[in-house]
């Protein structure tokens, strides 16, 4: 049983993301907190899935090796993610990495008890295959955008990360370089592109945006 700290996270982070809409009694009876420091692994390809996760706080790549060892990443996922909706449903092992980028906390239910109180349940099912589709299409989009220039991609990859006013919080270069396919050197010449247009200022993990017509632009397919 969760102690009396992880009971009261465990509500709090309920309250905050309305897991009670999606979670019957028994799998909300389940979730415990697990938290993993910057560099860990929560799952890496080929392990045996044994939890179902949702990441409440922090931040996470997830990504897979190509035949020439390089990383691909496939997306950074921030809170609310559910990391494990993939293998849920079957005895598949885990086919992606999923490292923490940063500490971060997680609410997990073990497979077991996901399947047992969850398999049959409609309205938790519609929620796994929901969450499930929205990853695939935001994944799509990055695998996709491949094909495109790389200053239509750097675009495209800023505006879909968090931004308040005309801030936007980005990663370190070398992960967006990784993100997007490119080299540092490559991405560095964008950035002084758009920086010289008067698009951008960036500023190590922010990027101050001075024309966003011009950057929501580049950033259309």
């Known amino acids: 049983m969760p102690s009396l700290g992880q009971q009261h996270l465990i509500k709090k982070y309920i309250q905050q993301y309305a897991l009670s809409e999606h979670l019957n009694a028994d799998l909300l009876?389940?979730?415990?907190?697990?938290?993993?420091?910057?560099?860990?692994?929560?799952?890496t390809a080929l392990m045996e899935q044994t939890h179902l996760?949702?990441?409440?706080?922090?931040?996470?790549?997830?990504?897979?090796?190509?035949?020439?060892?390089?990383?691909?990443?496939?997306?950074?996922?921030?809170?609310?993610?559910?990391?494990g909706?993939?293998?849920?449903?079957?005895?598949?092992?885990?086919?992606?990495?999923v490292i923490a980028t940063e500490t971060s906390t997680f609410l997990g239910i073990r497979k077991s008890d996901a399947l047992q109180y969850g398999y049959d349940d409609a309205r938790f099912l519609r929620f796994i295959i929901q969450y499930m589709s929205q990853k695939l299409r935001v994944s799509g989009q990055y695998q996709l955008?491949?094909?495109?220039?790389?200053?239509?991609?750097?675009?495209?990859?800023?505006?879909?990360?968090?931004?308040?006013?005309?801030?936007i919080t980005v990663e370190g270069k070398t992960l967006v370089a990784d993100c997007l396919g490119t080299t540092i050197r490559h991405l560095n010449r964008v950035i002084k592109t758009l920086e010289t247009g008067g698009i951008i200022e960036w500023q190590k993990h922010k990027v101050l945006v001075r024309n966003m017509a011009k950057l929501q632009a580049y950033g259309e397919l």
Not at 35 to 40: C, G, L, R
Not at 89 to 96: M, R, S
Not at 148 to 164: E, S
């Open 29 to 43: 009876r389940c979730l415990q907190v697990y938290q993993f420091k910057p560099e860990q692994a929560i799952y």
């Open 53 to 83: 996760y949702f990441l409440v706080e922090g931040k996470a790549q997830v990504s897979y090796y190509l035949a020439n060892g390089k990383q691909s990443i496939i997306m950074i996922i921030t809170p609310f993610s559910v990391v």
């Open 85 to 97: 909706d993939m293998e849920f449903l079957d005895d598949e092992p885990v086919q992606l990495n």
């Open 145 to 167: 955008s491949y094909d495109v220039p790389l200053i239509n991609r750097v675009a495209m990859y800023l505006l879909k990360q968090p931004i308040q006013g005309a801030c």
